[in-house]
């Protein structure tokens, strides 16, 4: 066969391929290209190229393969667009100022399988009314341990004792200071023995609150609280408690139900606060305490209208220190008492430069 005969059976051969010569593929049942119809032009080599040309489309600027004089590649479809997922941002790192800021719990502390039952919850709520008083309770943990995952380690205790007359409320405080082992469950712990030893002497207790005999009562609680408040101070002095730390604290209230007896009796050892809330501002009522005397014993008379505020070292510290601060949580429950979420957001106020372990109970009088 000569090069032409060859180089012409080629091009019917890429004729018949575009077209689809010898079988019907095209038609539209078939999924082929449309008939275009007849045409009267002479059937020449350059007429059928530039035909295949008119049916692809008028030739786009800068395509070599359509240049005049070169036969067109068979047409592909394009390929399938890839679905591209949007990028990934990085996770937001710790706030620079998380420590003072941190309003929201971050990270949950390490859990021991087999000590289950001695996790304790970022925050605990806790509420009552009785006779003349309203009560509220809250124990959150500080922004240092929500950032660095450390449990909180403030410890609270809301209990009722006895029937009529001699029923007593008791609200319990403690804390230990941060990186002593076993802190938290030691600070449980003296709750819980101080609460049992209040709850088998509730009758003598009540008596002795409602008849005013306080030189009983001083050195009945004073013993009960040695033996709770023991517990905390071996856990203070172990291994690994900084000097700067805030030493064990076990802070108490007890409150008679008894609407006719106004007496509000305060004891404890260790850091911490009790405050009076009176006509608009506050009143310290341990001024010149320290954290180091061995027994705190104080009865209050209360008034309607008064607000009695037990506090750990966490709310005591801000409200000591900052005029601001305290002028806010004046204003907060200087109304009456809130309900249980009014309370806990008025205890949540941020106050920069203090992020440990909060605990407040406050008392309502009418």
């Known amino acids: 066969m000569t090069e032409q005969g060859a180089r012409r059976g080629h091009e019917d051969q890429w004729w018949r391929q575009l077209y689809g010569e010898g079988e019907r593929t095209d038609g539209p049942a078939y999924g082929g290209p449309r008939d275009t119809g007849p045409s009267d032009a002479p059937d020449t080599l350059d007429e059928r190229v530039h035909s295949a040309l008119r049916a692809l489309g008028p030739p786009r600027a800068g395509r070599p393969d359509q240049a005049a004089g070169r036969a067109p590649r068979t047409p592909y479809p394009p390929p399938p667009a890839r679905s591209v997922p949007p990028a990934r941002l990085p996770a937001p790192g710790p706030p620079t100022d998380a420590p003072g800021h941190c309003p929201e719990p971050v990270a949950l502390p390490a859990a ?9 919850p970022d925050t605990e709520l806790d509420g009552a009314a009785y006779g003349t008083l309203t009560l509220r309770a809250a124990s959150l943990r500080g922004a240092a341990a929500r950032y660095q995952g450390e449990p909180r380690r403030d410890a609270l205790l809301t209990a009722r004792f006895g029937t009529g007359r001699d029923t007593l409320i008791l609200v319990a405080v403690a804390s230990c200071p941060p990186g002593t082992e076993g802190s938290r469950r030691a600070a449980r712990e003296a709750c819980g023995r101080i609460g049992a030893a209040v709850g088998r002497s509730c009758t003598r207790l009540a008596d002795d609150i409602r008849t005013d005999r306080r030189d009983a009562l001083r050195s009945g609680l004073q013993r009960l609280t040695g033996r709770g408040y023991g517990t905390l101070r071996g856990r203070a002095t172990e291994p690994g408690a900084a000097p700067e ?3 064990a604290a076990l802070r108490c209230l007890l409150l008679p139900a008894d609407p006719e007896c106004r007496t509000r009796v305060f ?3 260790g850091a911490g606060g009790l405050f009076r809330l009176r006509d608009g501002g506050w009143q310290d009522l341990e001024p010149g305490t320290t954290a180091a005397a061995p027994f705190l014993f104080r ?3 209360a008034r309607a209208g008064d607000t009695l ?3 750990s070292a966490g709310l005591a510290e801000p409200l000591r220190e900052d005029a601001g601060y305290a002028a806010r949580l004046a204003e907060c429950w200087g109304a009456g008492p809130p309900g249980l979420d009014g309370f806990l957001t008025a205890a949540r106020l941020r106050v920069q430069g203090h992020a440990k372990d909060r605990t407040a109970v406050g008392v309502w009088e009418s």
């Open 245 to 247: 730390d805030d030493t």
């Open 299 to 301: 009865p209050a008379t």
């Open 267 to 269: 004891f404890g050892a």
């Open 112 to 120: 021991d399988p087999d000590t289950l039952d001695a996790l304790v």
């Open 309 to 311: 505020l037990l506090c």
